[in-house]
């Protein structure tokens, strides 16, 4: 069981950033997958999540529109596309895969998690 999240970094507020989650072929196939992320000093949070076929998203409130959250079966990747970042974006992202098909914001239902990657938006 593995996911390995890239593409964090440092970016001005305004600007976009695409993060990518490669999940093993054993974890991915049919799991929904999600994106969390972890301020210093605050509870991990759901940011989006997919189903299993990409038929269906589902994104936390504050997000508002400006993130997408994909998928590509073949190369058992989840994507999430960020843009109009602002500084409270900032923030360790986690790519996690769910027990299930179907999505969710619940950090219960994501048992296998990948290692994080830093999201550092300046104003």
């Known amino acids: 069981v593995q996911l390995q999240a890239s593409g964090g970094g440092l970016v001005q507020a305004g600007g976009s950033l695409r993060l990518s989650c490669a999940a093993s072929?054993?974890?991915?196939?049919?799991?929904?997958m999600g994106w969390f992320r972890q301020s210093p000093g605050k509870e991990r949070e759901f940011v989006a999540s997919i189903s299993w076929n990409g038929g269906r998203t589902y994104y936390a409130d504050h997000i508002q529109d400006r993130f997408t959250i994909s998928r590509d079966r073949v190369k058992n990747t989840v994507y999430l596309q960020m843009s109009s970042l602002k500084p409270e974006d900032t923030a360790v992202y986690y790519c996690?895969?769910?027990?299930?098909?179907?999505?969710?914001?619940?950090?219960?239902?994501?048992?296998?998690w990948g290692q994080g990657t830093q999201v550092t938006v300046s104003s």
């Open positions: 072929r054993r974890t991915n196939s049919n799991n929904a």
């Open positions: 996690a895969a769910s027990r299930f098909s179907t999505t969710s914001r619940a950090l219960s239902d994501y048992p296998y």
